[in-house]
C-alpha cells in the first residue's frame, strides 16, 4: 500500500509564496508520475501540475509561471513552489501519485488528504 502525505498550506497573503511538499511512503517499484490538483468550494478537482518519469512536466493554464513543481525521487517526495499567490488560488491541494507497487501489477492511482491553502489579506 502506498500512503502520501502533504505538508506545507496554509493562510499567506495575496503575492505570497507557499510551498506545498508530498512524501510517498510505502512499497513500491515504481513511482510513474507524481502531481498536484486542488479543489475550491462548489467546483471539481482540478490538475495544478504534473511531474512524471523522465523530468517531464506540465502545468495548469491558471499557475503557468507562477508554480514549479520538482522532485526528489531519494526522498519520494514532489515539491509544489507556488508564487505570487492570488486570492482564486484558495483550494484544497491534494498529492496524486500513480505507482507500480510491483512489475507484475498494473500501476493505481494514489491521493493524499488533501492541504488548505487560503489566499487572502
Known amino acids: 500500500q502506498v500512503q502520501l502525505m502533504e505538508s506545507g498550506g496554509g493562510l499567506v497573503q495575496p503575492g505570497g509564496s507557499l510551498r506545498l511538499s508530498c512524501e510517498a511512503s510505502?512499497?513500491?517499484?515504481?513511482?510513474?508520475?507524481m502531481a498536484w490538483y486542488r479543489q475550491s468550494p462548489g467546483k471539481e478537482r482540478v490538475l495544478v501540475a504534473r511531474?512524471?518519469?523522465?523530468?517531464?512536466?506540465n502545468y495548469a493554464a491558471a499557475l503557468e509561471g507562477r508554480a514549479t513543481i520538482s522532485r526528489d525521487n531519494a526522498k519520494n517526495t514532489v515539491y509544489l513552489q507556488m508564487n505570487a499567490l492570488k486570492p482564486e488560488d484558495t483550494a484544497v491541494y491534494y498529492c496524486?501519485?500513480?505507482?507500480?507497487?510491483?512489475?507484475?501489477?498494473?500501476?493505481?492511482?494514489?491521493w493524499g488528504q488533501g492541504t488548505q491553502v487560503t489566499v487572502s489579506s
Open positions: 496524486n501519485s500513480i505507482v507500480q507497487t510491483t512489475p507484475f501489477k498494473a500501476p493505481a492511482t494514489y
Open positions: 510505502g512499497t513500491f517499484y515504481n513511482i510513474i508520475s
Open positions: 511531474a512524471t518519469n523522465g523530468d517531464v512536466t
